[in-house]
């Protein structure tokens, strides 16, 4: 296939997956980076000025991955604070089917997390968006956790929630701070959950120790989002319900799942479908910078994190984060749920979509929206990604 010019795009004879239905033998225009006109081939107008692509027979067109939580690609992470490590992450992101993201922090010494918000607000603020992938702005996982669920956070600098620091954090980081991981057990979490609900920002619960009331108290004052369900959080037991429960048995609460077959169990992945169908859960990857590299020795967090074999742990074995693709992710939550398509589209796309306050414009394929857009083969391998209406991937230019 030619490298494609134009801006406005003519897909044609897909099968379309569409917010209500899907289409087979349809179309999809694009025009000025959005999706212009969705239908059915045999209701084709004039393609005039459009550049036809023609998709194999029996791939699957669906709306761009959108991934709430991840570190770092490639080399590079959002603590790195530079340019360069964010312009990565935006180029590497879509062979993964991934369109837009929210750039992760983690627990460090305020000053290294107020570069990297710093940096983050500075460039989603003069980023363009088009052919590669849109930051919707930054989560930040941590320092307002709770130590003896820490995980790979760095457990010397994590902080009880402080309300006022976040209200720093949010003015340097020019308001992009959009989803907070916390502990609201610990002085000052219901307070920080409550201000967060009320400005706009996502209160998560994460990296916890909090029992089953406390959370039922921390959904009263309007958190309504789970961190890496399963992983750092008190887990379900038959006289605790724990953080776990609440996620299985609380609507309210929507969850994060990191289904690379290392951090949760495929039966796990599965009773957790089971529990809150596609309807309330969210794919991630929780990827940090050695994604998309060989095996070896790197960095998180200022933290060694040894990567062998598909796992990246830190010295004593603790799960560091993941080197999972979004894409791998689609293909292994299909595998071990026998969920549809159509729902792992919710899980993968609209989900985060409507979480972020942006499905109007991102999540689905409609008319009107962003014309962020995957294309997958008959294997559900990421085959095309469109950013904006530009491709930002080609799987047969990287061949």
Known sequence: MDKIKSTSILLKGIRVYTENEIIENGYIKIKDNLIDEIGTTDRLGSIEDYEVLEIPSGYHVVPGFIDVHIHGVNGADTMDAT??????????????????????????????????????GEYIEMQSGQ??????GIHLEGPFV???????????????????????????????????TLAPERPGGLEMVRYLKENGVIPSIGHTDATFEQVSEAIDAGANHVTHLYNQMRGLHHREPG??????????????MIVDGVHVH????????????????????????????????????????????????????TLAG?????????????????????????????NPAKQLNVYNRKGSLAAGKDADIVILDDQMNVYMTFCRGEVAFNKEEEA
């Open 146 to 180: 709770n130590a003896k669920k820490a995980g790979a956070q760095p457990i010397q600098h994590i902080i009880d929630p402080n309300l006022e620091l976040f209200k720093q954090w949010q003015a340097l980081a020019k308001g992009t701070i959009k989803l907070v």
């Open 322 to 350: 993941s080197i999972l693709k979004l894409g791998h992710a689609v293909k292994n939550v299909l595998q071990y749920t026998g969920c549809t398509i159509s729902e792992v589209i919710e899980m993968a796309s609209v």
């Open 266 to 317: 495929p039966e796990m992945v599965n009773l957790a479908y089971k529990q809150k169908k596609s309807k309330g859960l969210l794919l991630i990857t929780d990827s940090m910078r050695a994604k998309c590299l060989k095996n070896g020795t790197y960095d998180l967090g200022g933290q060694e994190v040894i990567v062998q074999d598909g796992k990246a742990v830190l010295g004593d074995g």
């Open 83 to 120: 340019k360069e490590a964010l312009d990565t992450m935006v180029m590497a992101l879509p062979k993964e089917g991934t369109t837009s993201f929210l750039a992760t922090t983690i627990t460090q010494e305020a000053e290294e997390i107020e570069k990297a918000i710093k940096n983050a």
């Open 131 to 136: 052919g590669k992938a849109e930051i919707l």
């Open 243 to 256: 953080v776990v429960g609440a996620a299985f048995l609380r609507d309210e609460l929507k969850a994060e």
